[in-house]
């Protein structure tokens, strides 16, 4: 099984070409959703005795738990090293389940894969790019988002230029759904093809 590792800055499409995989019938494992899912579960009470007033009927506020770690470092990394163990559960879970019944690719859509080090999860990694004023629109078209809060968000995440050179696989979606959808498609037809012969060699860069 080969196990590709699905990453983009923020505004760059991710999610729906994430989507694009899952409709090819590619088994996906969303870091983020996970994340949501935790927070409604077992993460809620180690959340709230860390940070209390952080959940209401033992689900996080993430409004509440934002106002708790944003713009504290020391936080920020305690409230991670509640939850990434977790998400790593489920992903091992996850894993094993596709593994058992000999899926031959797999996706592990991980928002920020380069900045967590978690390329030794993967064996490629398939990075979803645009040009920068297309993710510009993109972003401060989203409800309360401003330029300061966007460039905040850049400052945290690799520059999409190391990225896509960091990258096996660039999809641009930039020029719309359908060539991102062909280039999805050609991937899996390559990863599939790799599965199937035993190899987890890059093909393309």
């Not at 999610?15 to 809620?44: I, Q």
């Not at 959940?55 to 509640?82: F, P, S």
């Not at 991980?110 to 510009?136: C, H």
Request: net charge negative; no cysteine.
């Amino acid at each position: 099984m080969i196990i590709l590792g699905l990453t983009g800055s923020i505004g760059m499409g991710k999610s729906t070409t994430a989507r694009m995989f899952e409709e090819a019938g590619v088994p996906v494992h969303d870091s983020d959703k996970t994340v949501h899912r935790l927070y409604a579960g077992k993460a809620a009470p180690l959340i709230e005795r860390r940070f209390p007033g952080s959940t209401a009927d033992g689900v996080v506020d993430r409004e509440k738990l934002a106002k708790a770690v944003l713009d504290h470092a020391g936080a920020l990394k305690e409230l991670e090293a509640i939850v990434h163990p977790l998400v790593r559960e489920d992903e091992k879970l996850f894993l094993e389940k596709e593994r058992g019944t000999g899926t031959p690719l797999v996706v592990l859509d991980i928002p920020l894969l380069f900045e967590v080090g978690a390329e030794d999860r993967v064996d490629k990694v398939a990075v979803v790019s645009a040009p920068p004023e297309v993710q510009r629109q993109r972003v401060l078209s989203r409800p309360g988002m401003t330029e300061a809060k966007f460039e905040a968000i850049l400052e945290k995440q690799v520059p999409d230029a190391e990225k896509r050179r960091r990258a096996d696989y660039v999809i641009d979606s930039g020029n719309g759904l359908e060539p991102a959808r062909r280039t999805v498609e050609r991937i899996i037809e390559e990863l599939t093809r790799q599965a199937a012969a035993g190899d987890s060699t890059p093909m393309s860069r």
